[in-house]
Nanobody, 120 residues
Framework: QVQLVESGGGLVQAGGSLRLSCAASGRTSSSYDMGWFRQAPGKERELVAAIIWPAGSTFYADSVKGRFTISRDNAKNTVYLQMNRLKSEDTAVYYC?????????????WGQGTQVTVSS
């Protein structure tokens, strides 16, 4: 089992920045592909960014490329999402998910989510 706890969400003005954290605990938590997803009201959940085990290669949705950066600190079992130049359309609940490698980020474990609200 892997437990994930997100933090760092909040209210920010458009153009501002936030850094989300996802602290993982449990067995072999560092051997998972980690992804940040988001879900806005009335919309489907979408993958925002991912970092792949073990090489650390990254993926970003087109809508956040150049603005968001995903990183992980394996020693702390924590994954981060640095979000810069935030836009109102980034408003959503953000979730982190851990996926066993090679499963196309299906999300074997999920956090409870953290709200990000960007005011225009």
């Amino acid at each position: 089992q892997v437990q994930l706890v997100e933090s760092g969400g909040g209210l920010v003005q458009a153009g501002g920045s936030l850094r989300l954290s996802c602290a993982a605990s449990g067995r072999t938590s560092s051997s998972y592909d980690m992804g940040w997803f988001r879900q806005a009201p009335g919309k489907e959940r979408e993958l925002v960014a991912a970092i792949i085990w073990p090489a650390g290669s990254t993926f970003y949705a087109d809508s956040v490329k150049g603005r968001f950066t995903i990183s992980r600190d394996n020693a702390k079992n924590t994954v981060y999402l640095q979000m810069n130049r935030l836009k109102s359309e980034d408003t959503a609940v953000y979730y982190c998910a851990a996926s066993r490698p090679g499963t196309s980020l299906r999300g074997d474990y999920w956090g409870q989510g953290t709200q990000v609200t960007v005011s225009s």
